[in-house]
Each structure stands twice: as C-alpha cells, then as structure tokens.
C-alpha cells in the first residue's frame, strides 16, 4: 500500500511539473478585419470537418531574415 502511495504522489509531483516546463507558443495571432454581420456562419459555430478557412501569412526565415509568403 505504501508503495502504491508513493508512486502516485511521485507521479502526480511529475506530471504537474512537466506543465509547468511547456513554453508559451512564440506565434501571435492578430484579427486585422472582422466582418460587422456574418450571413454564414460554420456549422456548430466552430471550424468543424468540411468548412474552408482561408489564411495569409508572411514570416521571416530565421537563419537570413528573408521574407516568405504563404
């Protein structure tokens, strides 16, 4: 039983420090344009299998800095 405990305790220490460690996503996402009335909307409210979204990025290559489109 004692034994029991302490691996549950022990896994319980790990996996709440494990969350703890995870780095906060270097990705920023900016809403530029959102329309007044929307006539169509997805099905259930969220992107669901079978909607289209478009998206439009540019970035920045890290090793020269050049610029690229998607």
């Known amino acids: ?3 029991f405990l302490c691996n549950a305790v022990l896994t319980l220490l790990v996996t709440s420090l ?3 460690l995870i780095p906060e996503p270097e990705v920023k996402i ?6 007044f009335i929307c006539h ?6 969220d992107l669901m299998l079978g909607d289209l979204m478009l998206v439009h990025y540019e970035g920045y290559l890290e090793k020269d800095g050049s610029l690229f489109h998607s």
Not at 30 to 35: A, C, G, I, R, S
Not at 40 to 45: A, D, L, M
């Open 18 to 20: 494990s969350g703890a």
């Open 40 to 45: 169509r909307k997805t099905k259930g409210g």
């Open 30 to 35: 900016e809403v530029l344009q959102k329309p």
């Open 1 to 3: 039983m004692r034994l």
